[in-house]
């Protein structure tokens, strides 16, 4: 069992950086690929970014790549997003999500999921 909770949110304007915590509580944290995706009001979940368990590769959807950046600290069983030059677009509520497999997490599959942070970005 797993349980995820996002920090780090705000609001920010337009071009400016946030960086988003997701600390893991349960065992074998490091065993568990973890993604983060984002909502925005009306529209459907989609795919942020990702990184896998078992060497560290990460994936990103094309609209934040270049931008943000994803990363993790076993030692403290927690999963940041750097998110930089942020948009407008960029406004949604982001979820930390975790899997055993990278690929039920690409594919909506997870297992796990936070309580997501709000992200408002202001032109």
């Known amino acids: 069992q797993v349980q995820l909770v996002e920090s780090g949110g705000g609001l920010v304007l337009a071009g400016d950086s946030l960086r988003l915590s997701c600390a893991a509580s349960?065992?074998?944290?490091?065993?568990?690929?973890v993604g983060w995706f984002r909502q925005a009001p009306g529209k459907e979940r989609e795919f942020v970014t990702a990184?896998?368990?078992?060497?560290?590769?990460?994936r990103y959807a094309n609209s934040v790549k270049g931008r943000f950046t994803i990363s993790r600290d076993n030692a403290k069983n927690t999963v940041y997003l750097q998110m930089n030059s942020l948009k407008p677009e960029d406004t949604a509520v982001y979820y930390c999500v975790a899997d055993l497999d990278l690929g039920q997490v690409m594919r909506r599959r997870y297992n796990y999921w936070g309580q997501g942070t709000q992200v408002t970005v202001s032109s």
């Open positions: 349960g065992r074998r944290f490091s065993t568990y690929s």
């Open positions: 990184i896998d368990s078992s060497d560290g590769s990460t």
